[in-house]
T-cell receptor, first 114, second 115 residues
Framework: AQKITQTQPGMFVQEKEAVTLDCTYD???????LFWYKQPSSGEMIFLIY??????QNATEGRYSLNFQKARKSANLVISASQLGDSAMYFCAMREGGFQKLVFGTGTRLLVSP | SAVISQKPSRDICQRGTSLTIQCQVDSQVTMMFWYRQQPGQSLTLIATANQGSEATYESGFVIDKFPISRPNLTFSTLTVSNMSPEDSSIYLC????????????FGPGTRLTVL
């Protein structure tokens, strides 16, 4: 079974609008962390936001927020007020408590239009 | 957050040759991770490098093909040996960092093309 599922291969949004990128995960470990990364065409992986399984509040970092719904095992990324520079691939990832490695989803390509 | 640099940023190599990728971190870290991203794919962990011990490899990756060195707490190298076109990928170094040690950062990556 896939540990991380991103069902949206591509998303389109107009500049200044908000967009939600979906991510669901599968784990039986009560301790885990969820991550979102942005990968522009240059190939670098830019850390955006982290949510721990025991965190009571949804994580936020500037225009990025993580809509964490534990019972549904979803960790959607919300980007508010999209900018042209937000056009990139976005990856959701998970690290389970006893392990060091990140497991990544297949990614969502976001295109922001003027 | 940790600042990570990698060398080279990109290279084009002939099959059968080897390439060594360097990763430098601006702070001391216990573990360094090497990931591979094949074209159009997601990232996969190759191995975890601890200073002073042998690297731990993930299933499907072997030391003979991807030897790793970790001479100190800020530096690591990954060698891609006896390359074939299937090794064409982006190779990324990564470390855990942040105030709670939960965040994880990546280097800028090395884009390798094997002809």
């Amino acid at each position: 079974a896939q540990k991380i599922t991103q069902t949206q291969p591509g998303m389109f949004v107009q500049e200044k609008e908000a967009v939600t990128l979906d991510c669901t995960y599968d784990t039986s470990d009560p301790s885990y962390g969820l991550f979102w990364y942005k990968q522009p065409s240059s190939g670098e992986m830019i850390f955006l936001i982290y949510q721990g399984s025991y965190d009571q509040q949804n994580a936020t970092e500037g225009r990025y927020s993580l809509n964490f719904q534990k019972a549904r095992k979803s960790a959607n990324l919300v980007i508010s007020a999209s900018q042209l520079g937000d056009s990139a691939m976005y990856f959701c990832a998970m690290r389970e408590g006893g392990f060091q490695k990140l497991v990544f989803g297949t990614g969502t390509r976001l295109l922001v239009s003027p | 957050s940790a600042v990570i640099s990698q060398k080279p940023s990109r290279d084009i190599c002939q099959r059968g040759t080897s390439l060594t990728i360097q990763c430098q971190v601006d702070s001391q870290v216990t573990m360094m991770f090497w990931y591979r991203q094949q074209p159009g794919q997601s990232l996969t962990l190759i191995a975890t490098a601890n200073q002073g011990s042998e690297a731990t490899y993930e299933s499907g990756f072997v030391i003979d093909k991807f030897p790793i060195s970790r001479p100190n707490l800020t530096f690591s190298t990954l060698t891609v040996s006896n390359m074939s076109p299937e090794d064409s990928s982006i190779y990324l170094c990564s470390v855990r960092s942040g105030s709670s040690y939960n965040e994880q950062f990546f280097g800028p990556g090395t884009r390798l093309t094997v002809l």
